[in-house]
């Protein structure tokens, strides 16, 4: 599977997150990246990962950065235990900033 090429800068900053210099692994990195966004879009609605002006999105990046970071360290068992204030914080921007696109319609 051909990783998007809108997702590169992503992947290299949750490379360079897990401290990652070589490239034996970037298809794994690559995989926990699109399961993370998976899983937390699911759990929060759409959203775009690469907005750096939306608060939703950088809460949003930050919240994918941990879920590859336990994913790296075969913890992701303990990953929504451990964060799920942060996604209900995301949930909440996230609608908020909906409502606030569709109010300005």
Known sequence: M???EEY???FELIKKKLRVTFSQFDE??????LEGMAEISERVGKIDFTDETKTSSIKARKLLKLYCQYDWNNSLN???EDHHKDVLSL?????KER???NESK
């Open 2 to 4: 051909a990783f998007p």
């Open 8 to 10: 590169k800068g992503l």
């Open 28 to 33: 794994e990195i690559q995989e926990s990246i």
């Open 78 to 80: 303990f990953f929504w």
């Open 91 to 95: 949930q909440i921007c996230a609608a």
């Open 99 to 101: 409502r606030e696109a």
